[in-house]
């Protein structure tokens, strides 16, 4: 991963091939191709995986009870297992190649909608099919997963922990973000 991610970062993502890739890594396009299929995955691994966790957290999850306190909790181990996969001195730079390159780009647009799809059926469980419902359903799981895109670029900038962003995040969705920003004393 770490060669992929210089030469991504010296020449740009769409001018490196998995060839390059391979050769940099000192080893076979094949072996390469096991344990990474596109160029993608090397900037995403394990998103199945991610994306799967989060399905079964929320569809195990407890019927009754607060479904965004759920929610948030499934998001935030999900996001934290997302990254285990990252080497810590690449997190940063690999974030950066997902915000400045096309490609990986739109990928990640990709994951955000993912999560948005699996987060509105859990939302809606139990409440009536009407308009009413789809756009509250839309606007929480839309809100969840901005938070979380909002704390991979805080993440970038500070360097804090994701969870505790995450929490710092959540909790100005929960009391209410203002219409107007105040600068911060």
């Known amino acids: 991963?770490?060669?992929?991610?210089?030469?991504?970062?010296?020449r740009g993502y769409d001018s490196?091939?998995?060839?390059?890739?391979?050769?940099?890594s000192m080893c076979s396009r094949s072996t390469l191709n096991r344990y990474f299929g596109t160029k993608e995955d090397v900037l995403f691994p394990a998103v199945p995986e991610v994306v799967e966790g989060?399905?079964?957290?929320?569809?195990?999850?407890?019927?009754k009870g607060d479904r965004w306190t759920i929610?948030?909790?499934?998001?935030?181990?999900?996001?934290?297992?997302?990254?285990?996969?990252?080497?810590?001195?690449?997190?940063?730079?690999?974030?950066?190649?997902?915000?400045?390159e096309?490609?990986?780009?739109?990928?990640?647009?990709e994951i955000a909608y993912e999560w948005e799809e699996i987060l509105?059926?859990?939302?809606?469980?139990?409440?009536p099919n009407n308009p009413e419902t789809h756009l509250r359903t839309q606007v929480l799981a839309s809100a969840m997963v901005s938070a979380l895109r909002a704390v991979l670029h805080a993440a970038i900038e500070s360097g804090d922990d994701i969870s505790t962003l995450a929490d710092t995040a959540f909790g100005m969705l929960?009391?209410?973000l203002p219409t107007a920003l105040r600068p911060v004393h």
């Open 1 to 10: 991963m770490r060669s992929a991610v210089e030469l991504f970062v010296q």
């Open 16 to 24: 490196v091939g998995m060839e390059e890739i391979a050769h940099a």
């Open 54 to 63: 989060l399905r079964r957290a929320l569809d195990s999850a407890a019927k």
């Open 71 to 100: 929610a948030r909790e499934a998001l935030t181990t999900q996001l934290g297992q997302f990254f285990e996969n990252f080497e810590p001195d690449l997190r940063a730079t690999i974030m950066r190649l997902w915000f400045t």
């Open 102 to 109: 096309p490609s990986p780009r739109r990928r990640y647009l």
């Open 120 to 127: 509105k059926p859990f939302f809606s469980a139990g409440l």
């Open 174 to 176: 929960e009391d209410g």
